[in-house]
């Protein structure tokens, strides 16, 4: 028969493994749906506002889902560290977080494997942005005057500001002096113009807990 600590360890493996076949279907949803949506937007008239709005509509529900998905993530390593540090708690002479936390960061859950999601939410809200700007406008203002202000947001806010802030920031895609994409992959080419910790606190708990991979709005 199994022994009590292998009853657990099998039963939090079988967890985590039910959490990552969870975010990666969530995630395939979200990058068919955001694959659907750009190819509506390229064959859209965004000169129409109408049609326009209907984009961006579509485009902050998506938004949404996928702040859900990073809370989701959250929550669940989360839970998994109070779990084993409570296991270490009782059993001492057994300790297992600081095996089992290098298990846990390998999961694409938590490696972010899902931020590219993000990434394709931001072009498509780029773009959507600079359907309503004149073609002689340029998307970018150089020597603007550069300040920080600080908030203060309830945690329960948290997701929807940092939703609205993202729908009317722009992205600015990296370039070189002769207009190349900078190298790197998508996620270091893209940039906004505001720096902010996501629907959960992320930032708060990558300090706190030590996430790996955590990411942040920037």
């Avoid at 809370?71 to 009782?90: M, R, S, T, W």
């Avoid at 773009?127 to 004149?134: D, G, K, M, N």
Wanted: hydrophobic share 35%; charged share 25%; proline share 4%.
């Amino acid at each position: 028969d199994a022994t009590p600590q292998e009853v657990f360890f099998h039963t939090l493996e079988a967890e985590v493994e039910k959490i990552s076949r969870f975010s990666k279907d969530v995630a395939d949803e979200l990058r068919s749906q955001c694959t659907e949506l750009q190819a509506a937007i390229r064959g859209a008239d965004l000169s129409d506002p109408v049609q326009q709005q209907q984009l961006m509509q579509r485009t902050q529900r998506l938004g949404e889902q996928y702040l859900q998905l990073e809370k989701y993530v959250n929550l669940n390593y989360a839970g998994l560290q109070k779990i084993l540090k409570k296991h270490d708690k009782v059993l001492p002479l057994a300790p297992c977080w600081n095996f089992y936390k290098l298990h846990i960061s390998k999961q694409p859950w938590v490696r972010g494997d899902h931020h590219d999601v993000q990434v394709t939410l931001t072009r498509l809200f780029t773009e959507l942005h600079r359907s309503s700007r004149t073609a002689e406008e340029p998307l970018v203002q150089h020597h603007q005057e550069e300040f920080t202000h600080t908030y203060w947001v309830r945690r329960e806010d948290v997701a929807e500001v940092e939703q609205r802030i993202l729908q009317h920031l722009p992205a600015l895609q990296l370039v070189d002096s002769e207009g190349h994409s900078a190298p790197g992959d998508d996620t270091s080419a893209i940039s906004n113009t505001m720096v902010l910790d996501n629907a959960s606190l992320e930032l708060y708990h990558n300090l706190l807990y030590g996430r790996p991979y955590s990411t942040l709005v920037q």
